[in-house]
C-alpha cells in the first residue's frame, strides 16, 4: 500500500512537473530585468501559472483519459484527493514564495493593493481551491484555467457596482475602499467554498468516456428536433463549422471580454485614468486571444481524437490547412481587433497597425506550438513561453550587434522610412511563412523524437538572429 501511495504522489509529481519549471523559469527570467516588459510578462506568468498548474492537477486525468485508471485504485478517495492537493500545494508554494523573494522590491515600491503580497497568496489560494473544482466540474483543464482567472474579477465588478449604488459613481474613492473592503473579504470565503466543493464533486465523481467540448454552444442554440434528417455541406462550409465548433472558448473569452468592457466603461466614465484601464484590459484580452485561438488550432483535434481522422478525408491537406489558418487569423481579427473597435477601444495604435500585426504573429507563433501538442492546455503554455523566448532571442541579438563597433558608425541615414518599413514587413512574413511550414508538417506528421524538435528550434532560432541583424543593421530599435 506505501509503494501504491508513493507511485501515486510521483504520477501527479510527473504530470505538474513541466507547467511548474516552465512558470518558475518565466518568473527567474522576468525578474533579471529592470524595465517593464519582462518584470510584467513574469508576474503575468505567475499568476496565469499558478491557476494553470491547479486546473491540471485533476485536468490531466481528462486529458490522457486516465481518469478511469485513478478511480478503480484500491485507494481511498480522500487519499487520492490528498495526494493531488499535497502535491499541487507544494509546487504552488514553491512558485509564490520564489516570486515574493525576486519581485519584493519592486512590488513594495509599486504600493498597491493589486501587487500586494496578499494578492500572489491569493492568486495560489484560488489555483489550489477553485481550478480543481472547476476542472471536474467542466471536464477540461482549459475550460478550468479561463473560468478561474474570471471569478476575482467578477467578485471586484460586483462590489464596485455595488459600492457605486451605495455612494455614487462619482465618489471614486468610497468606491475604491467599499471595493477593497468587499473584495478581501468574498475572495476568501469563495476559495473555501471551491475547495469543499472540489472534494464534494470528486468524492461523486464518474468516469465519462470522452471529453467533450469546452462548451457546447452549437447544441446550446440548436433549435431542431434529434430527427432532423442529415444535410450534405460542401467541404469547405464543413471544414469551416469543424474549425468554427474547435474555437467555442475563444468566443467565451469574448463574451467575458465584452461584459468587463462595458462594466468598465460605465462604472470608470468620471475617472481620469479610465482610458488606461481599458487599454491595459484590451491588450490582456487581445494577448489571450491570440494564444488561445493559436493553441486551440490543432492541438484540440489530438485532444478529441479526431487528428488522424482528418487526414483521412478526401480534401487535400493543404486546403484544410488553408481552412484552419483563415479561421484562425480571421477570428482573431473579427474577435481581438475588430470587437473592441466596436466598444470604442482600439488596437490599431497606429496608422500602419503594427500593433495587430504583432499579435497576428502571436497567433501563428500559438498554431506552431499548437502543432506539437496533444492537449489545448500544453499548447497555451507552451505558446506563451515559446513567444517569450522569441522576443528575447531578437531583441538580444539585436541589441548585442548594436553594441558592436562595426555596427555603432554604421550611416543609417542611407535608409528611408520606406525602406525600414518594408524590411521589417518582409522580416515579419518570413517568419509567418517558416512557422506556418513548419506548423503544417508538425499537423500532418504524429511522429515526435527530439531530434525533430531540436532541428526546428534551431531553424526559427537562425532566422530570428539572421533578421535581428538585418534590422540592427538599418536601425529598427
Not at 68 to 75: A, E, F, T, Y
Request: with cysteine; hydrophobic share 55%; net charge positive.
Amino acid at each position: 500500500m506505501t509503494a501504491l501511495l508513493t507511485s501515486g504522489v510521483g504520477k501527479e509529481v510527473r504530470a505538474l512537473a513541466p507547467t511548474c519549471a516552465a512558470v518558475l523559469g518565466a518568473v527567474v527570467v522576468g525578474s533579471q530585468s529592470s524595465g517593464y516588459f519582462l518584470p510584467g510578462a513574469g508576474l503575468l506568468a505567475f499568476g496565469v501559472g499558478s491557476i494553470t498548474l491547479g486546473a491540471q492537477a485533476f485536468g490531466h486525468e481528462y486529458t490522457s483519459r486516465t481518469l478511469w485508471l485513478l478511480l478503480s485504485q484500491p485507494v481511498t478517495r480522500q487519499r487520492l484527493f490528498l495526494n493531488k492537493l499535497v502535491v499541487l500545494a507544494a509546487m504552488l508554494a514553491t512558485l509564490t514564495a520564489a516570486t515574493l523573494l525576486l519581485y519584493g522590491e519592486p512590488l513594495r515600491r509599486a504600493a498597491s493593493s493589486q501587487m500586494s503580497p496578499a494578492m500572489f497568496v491569493l492568486i495560489a489560494a484560488c489555483a489550489l481551491c477553485l481550478a480543481p473544482w472547476l476542472s471536474m466540474v467542466c471536464r477540461s483543464a482549459l475550460a478550468a484555467t479561463v473560468f478561474t482567472i474570471v471569478i476575482p474579477g467578477l467578485i471586484t465588478v460586483a462590489a464596485t457596482i455595488v459600492a457605486g449604488l451605495r455612494y455614487g459613481f462619482d465618489n471614486a474613492a468610497a468606491i475604491d475602499r467599499f471595493t477593497d473592503v468587499m473584495f478581501w473579504s468574498a475572495a476568501p470565503v469563495v476559495c473555501a467554498a471551491g475547495l469543499v466543493s472540489a472534494w464534494w464533486t470528486f468524492r461523486r465523481l464518474e468516469v465519462i468516456e470522452g471529453r467533450g467540448a469546452d462548451v457546447q454552444i452549437a447544441e446550446a442554440l440548436r433549435l431542431r428536433s434529434a430527427a432532423t434528417v442529415a444535410r450534405r455541406y460542401h467541404p469547405f462550409w464543413a471544414l469551416l463549422w469543424k474549425e468554427l465548433r474547435l474555437q467555442q472558448m475563444a468566443f467565451v473569452v469574448a463574451a467575458l471580454y465584452v461584459g468587463a468592457a462595458v462594466t468598465l466603461a460605465w462604472i470608470d466614465r468620471s475617472r481620469p485614468d479610465a482610458g488606461d484601464t481599458g487599454r491595459a484590459l484590451l491588450l490582456l484580452y487581445a494577448a489571450l486571444q491570440a494564444l488561445l485561438i493559436g493553441s486551440l488550432a490543432s492541438a484540440e483535434e489530438r485532444q478529441f481524437g479526431t487528428a488522424e481522422s482528418q487526414l483521412l478525408l478526401p480534401t487535400p491537406v493543404w486546403q484544410q490547412w488553408t481552412v484552419k489558418i483563415a479561421v484562425a487569423w480571421g477570428l482573431f481579427l473579427a474577435l481581438g481587433v475588430g470587437l473592441p473597435e466596436l466598444l470604442g477601444v482600439s488596437l490599431m495604435t497606429d496608422d500602419r497597425g503594427w500593433a495587430a500585426i504583432a499579435f497576428i504573429v502571436l497567433t501563428t507563433s500559438s498554431v506552431y506550438f499548437s502543432s506539437w501538442c496533444r492537449s489545448a492546455i500544453s499548447a497555451l503554455i507552451l505558446a506563451g513561453v515559446g513567444a517569450v523566448a522569441m522576443f528575447l532571442t531578437a531583441a538580444a541579438t539585436r541589441d548585442f550587434v548594436g553594441r558592436l563597433p562595426t555596427f555603432r558608425y554604421l550611416d543609417r541615414s542611407v535608409y528611408s522610412p520606406q525602406v525600414v518599413e518594408w524590411t521589417l514587413a518582409a522580416m515579419t512574413a518570413g517568419l509567418i511563412a517558416l512557422l506556418l511550414s513548419l506548423a503544417l508538417r508538425n499537423h500532418r506528421s504524429f511522429d515526435r523524437n527530439i531530434q525533430g524538435t531540436l532541428a526546428q528550434a534551431a531553424g526559427i532560432g537562425a532566422y530570428l538572429v539572421g533578421a535581428a541583424i538585418v534590422l540592427a543593421t538599418i536601425g529598427v530599435r
